[in-house]
């Protein structure tokens, strides 16, 4: 079973490590967090450089409950206040006129602010020792595959945090779904772990659909959250016939089936078989993907799922992981 909890001296040293100006990576239910103290610039600076996130790129500020609100932002439109009070604790993330508490640095220059509450007891916890807001991205380096367990953290930052709670692994294992809620419409900027249909049943007005294409702010490039190795995508029915000739081809491949198509036989370097329930793909995506890498796979040959409930957000990783890569 998951560890969920932190010892008390942990969460205290973790605190002390905060207000220390120090980077703290912290468990939630989505992905494992780069935390400081959402108030002090310089530890807001050294978030970008550990990660190697360029500045302009919009950090996410985690509070302990939605009562804090306020505290954070100028104005809460009557829909960002129904969805924060249903679900908060919770993956979704809230983008709203950025309070005088919140610097710059965190919201790279931008004048709203993205916030959540993040559903873990050693996440709260934290919070609440703290007693202040921490901003985190994903405790991943900049472009790559986000962290969903303690150990991947450590692989990716290594000595560039100071310290890391371990909270077992993430158990929606995608981040949370981000909605632009500054104005009378809430528009989801990303798919995530609230689903767009739990968001439409809840808010029963007009909601803006996410878009796949189009680069609408910063840190949404199309190859976010990659692994080392090329992802290809195809028809759910044409992934065993793809991975085989790229086999064949001398490619180490690895190959995600699909839980409608048979994959008994098929002569590929790593074969995983996908689970037909959403909930259980996104919690195991991250981790596959990584795995396949660690595998020595250099292609990794999928099919995007039917984009309903957690579907959407899995399709979304998908399509940013298969996206152009920087030529750096
Ligand atoms: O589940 C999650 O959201 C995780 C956990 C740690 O909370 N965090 C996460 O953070 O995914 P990050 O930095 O990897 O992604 C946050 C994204 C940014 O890339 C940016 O696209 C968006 O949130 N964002 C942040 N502030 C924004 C703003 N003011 N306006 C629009 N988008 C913003
Ligand atoms: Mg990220």
């Not at 969805?83 to 709203?112: D, M, N, Q």
């Not at 310290?163 to 909605?179: H, N, P």
């Not at 104005?183 to 909601?207: F, K, M, N, Y």
Request: with cysteine; aromatic share 4%; charged share 20%.
């Amino acid at each position: 079973m998951a560890r969920v909890t932190a010892s008390t001296s942990d969460i205290e040293k973790a605190a002390d490590v905060l207000r220390a100006g120090g980077l703290v990576a912290l468990p939630t239910e989505t992905v494992y967090g780069l935390g400081a103290n959402a108030e002090d610039p310089a530890a807001v600076a050294r978030i970008f450089q550990a990660k190697g996130r360029p500045p302009s790129h919009p950090l996410i500020v985690h509070i302990a409950g939605a009562e804090l609100l306020d505290d954070w932002v100028q104005d809460v439109p009557a829909p960002a206040r129904l969805l924060a009070e249903h679900f908060w604790p919770g993956p979704l993330t809230l983008v709203l006129r950025r309070g005088s508490r919140v610097p710059l640095e965190a919201t790279g220059g931008l004048e709203t602010v993205a916030v959540r509450v993040p559903d873990h007891p050693v996440a709260l916890e934290l919070l609440s020792a703290f007693g202040g807001g921490i901003t985190a991205p994903s405790a991943n380096r900049f472009g790559s595959v986000s962290p969903t367990t303690a150990d991947h953290v450590r692989a990716e930052l290594g000595d560039a945090v100071d310290f890391v709670l371990d909270g077992g692994s993430c158990a929606v294992g995608v981040e949370s779904t981000i909605v632009d809620a500054t104005g009378d419409t809430p528009t989801i900027l990303r798919p995530g772990g609230v689903t767009r249909e739990s968001l439409q049943a809840l808010w029963g007005g007009p909601l803006a659909a996410p878009s796949t294409s189009r680069v609408r702010v910063p840190g949404q490039h199309p190859s976010h959250y990659a692994p080392r190795a090329r992802v290809v995508l195809v028809e759910p029915e044409q992934v065993v016939a793809e991975a085989e000739l790229a086999q064949e081809l001398g490619h180490q491949v690895g190959v995600l089936v699909p839980a409608s198509v048979a994959h008994a036989q098929v002569k590929a370097h790593a074969v995983v078989a996908v689970s037909a329930s959403m909930t259980d793909y996104a919690h195991k995506l991250y981790r596959i993907l990584r795995e396949l890498d660690q595998q020595g796979c250099d292609l990794i040959v999928a099919s995007l799922p039917s984009e309903e409930g957690m579907g959407l957000a899995i399709a979304n990783r998908l399509r940013r992981a298969a996206g152009p890569r920087p030529t750096v």
